[in-house]
């Protein structure tokens, strides 16, 4: 099998190439650094799948040009699909897999240490101290211990979430469609989402994006928070109404904000734009707050969850090479 890999960052070459060894495969990887998208469609020639990640673009045109160079497989090495147009996969028989789970740990203590580093403002103390400037005006946080905490989605990542800030000896107050017996049995009470946003001093969001998700966090939402309250977004950018949070900065209402994802990010993240004049201004205001901590989707970004990526991503292939089912199809709905 000859896969064309898109969006192949160095990591993914050693963590694929090493997956590769383990699984004692005999597959062909090209990797290119370049996104998949109408103009590099073509470089896919050739071969019989793609390894793609989250802002690739997988529309209907691209489908249509991997389906003519001889494409039959689209294996993306994340979770989500809503890159892919599933509908039109299936139409031209091209077979799309994903990586369902890999490390949710990850995720979970990245959302943590968005929290430490915000309350205890170790963005101001790293540069202030390499200054040699040793004051601590200005420094000041709070005990997270005996603060309440409200989660929005107790998944995989949510639950994990709860269980590292109960190690803090935080109260936690959850929000879900469906709750999860082993949160509610870990001391977590599930309460309306207008009462998790309106008694908790930090929420963090770990429910994914959907039409009814989209801007959970509005200008509604924020005026029923406590004040000075931290937002954590390590989930999907769109959940936040961008404007609508940095109004609540300005008005002081919201005290402290740390994001990993952002509703524009395909056009920034992932990419080394030091050098670049960045023309999204709204993104641009976000990083001119000193109580704002953005990274730029790195919460999956350890070495465990790129190992199961890589091992999950390359079993799906095998499988699908074998003619074996594959667990990790994604269905069209
Ligand atoms: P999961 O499917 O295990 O959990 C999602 C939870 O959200 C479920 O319990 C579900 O019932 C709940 N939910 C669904 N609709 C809801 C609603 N309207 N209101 C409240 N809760 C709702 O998913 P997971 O593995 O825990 O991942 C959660 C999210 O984390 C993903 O959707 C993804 O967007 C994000 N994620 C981010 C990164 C990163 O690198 N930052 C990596 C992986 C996943």
Do not use: W
Request: aromatic share 8%; net charge neutral.
């Amino acid at each position: 099998m000859k896969v064309a890999v898109f969006s192949a960052k160095s990591y993914d070459k050693k963590f694929m190439e090493e997956a590769k060894q383990k699984l004692n495969f005999n597959i062909e990887l090209a990797f290119f650094e370049t996104r998949l998208k109408p103009k590099t469609a073509s470089l896919a020639e050739g071969y019989d799948a793609v390894s793609v990640f989250v802002n690739d673009d997988l529309g209907c045109e691209v489908l249509e040009t991997l389906k003519k160079s001889g494409i039959k497989l689209v294996a993306l090495r994340s979770a989500g699909y809503n890159n892919v147009d599933l509908k039109k996969a299936a139409e031209l028989g091209i077979t799309v897999i994903h990586v369902p789970a890999y490390s949710p740990y990850a995720v979970a203590e990245h959302a943590a240490a968005l929290i430490m580093a915000l309350n205890r403002k170790i963005h101001k103390a790293y540069p202030r101290v390499r200054d040699g400037n040793f004051a601590l005006d200005g420094l000041m946080g709070f005990d997270i211990r005996n603060k309440m905490i409200g989660v929005i989605g107790t998944g995989k990542i949510g639950e994990i979430f709860t269980r590292i800030m109960k190690g803090f000896g935080c109260g936690i107050f959850a929000y879900d469609k469906y709750e999860n017996e082993d949160c509610k049995n870990n001391g977590v009470m599930y309460r309306p989402l207008d009462e998790v946003l309106s008694k908790s001093d930090i929420i963090s969001l770990h429910c994914p994006l959907l039409p009814e998700t989209r801007h959970i966090i509005n200008e509604k939402t924020i005026a029923m928070m406590k004040n000075d309250v931290m937002i954590i977004n390590t989930s999907r950018g769109a959940l936040i109404d961008t404007q609508a949070v940095i109004n609540g900065l300005k008005s002081k209402k919201i005290g402290y904000l740390g994001l990993d994802v952002y509703e524009e990010e395909a056009n920034l993240f992932f990419r080394d734009l030091s050098n670049e004049v960045i023309q999204d201004d709204i993104f641009m205001r976000l990083l001119s707050f000193p109580n704002v901590i953005v990274t730029a989707h790195q919460g999956f970004f350890t070495d465990e969850a790129l190992r199961n990526i890589a091992e999950t991503t390359l079993s799906g292939m095998h499988c699908f090479v074998l003619g074996h089912e594959c667990k990790n199809i994604v269905k069209l709905k």
